[in-house]
């Protein structure tokens, strides 16, 4: 047990580290993508001129928020489930069903890696972003254009994350069918009352 309770710490130390990071990028994410979308809608209604790239940059930035945020959704979680058939079953074997469903995600999660590193290197990521665009100077007068690379980058990131997230709660998991429980969220975030997977 000791030596599950090895890997387990120090690998839960280092996601909660990642996705902190991760939530954070988060946010300025969506702060980023709810400015351009308002400004979107005040130069298409109220100036009847209607710009370029805020619908490009606020899907850059949805991508990325939701690859460094369902991370933490799932460590911690929050996605959406059915647990009707949980709750009916023994502790043990619902445990035990828990286990087989996060084996399974860990096995859909892999392939989803393969197909997302596959788009980002292939045909699509080598095309340039049709309207975002990066300064090269301070006095702008040389630019760069963004790669669609760099947008499905947001893919494979995110899925490397729930991998790790994932390898995290099968450990937990195991940990608790063999009667040691170790605790999800560190004592910083179980102040806040949000519950993980059992």
């Not at 949805?62 to 933490?72: C, E, K, N, Q, R």
């Not at 972003?129 to 947008?151: C, D, G, H, T, V």
Request: proline letters at 5%.
């Amino acid at each position: 047990m000791i030596r599950i309770d090895g890997v387990i710490r120090p690998l839960s130390w280092i996601n909660e580290r990642v996705l902190k990071a991760g939530r954070a990028v988060g946010i300025a994410a969506v702060a980023v993508m709810v400015a351009v979308t308002i400004l979107q809608v005040f130069c298409r209604y109220v100036l009847g001129s209607a710009l370029a790239w805020p619908d490009e940059a606020a899907r850059f930035c949805m991508l990325w928020m939701t690859g460094l945020m369902a991370p933490t959704a799932m460590r911690r979680g929050g996605f959406v489930a059915i647990d009707i058939l949980p709750t009916m079953l023994p502790a043990f074997a619902a445990r035990v069903l828990n286990l087989f469903l996060l084996l399974v995600s860990l096995v859909v999660l892999v392939v989803a890696l393969q197909i997302g590193w596959a788009e980002m290197t292939g045909l699509g990521g080598r095309f340039a972003s049709a309207s975002l665009y990066l300064p090269l100077n301070l006095e702008f007068s040389e630019w760069y254009r963004i790669p669609r690379s760099w947008m499905m980058a947001s893919l494979p990131a995110g899925l490397v994350l729930l991998i790790s997230v994932g390898v995290e709660l099968v450990l937990r998991n195991i940990a608790a069918l063999m009667g040691h429980d170790v605790p999800l969220l560190p004592e910083s975030e179980a102040e806040t009352g949000i519950q993980g997977v059992d």
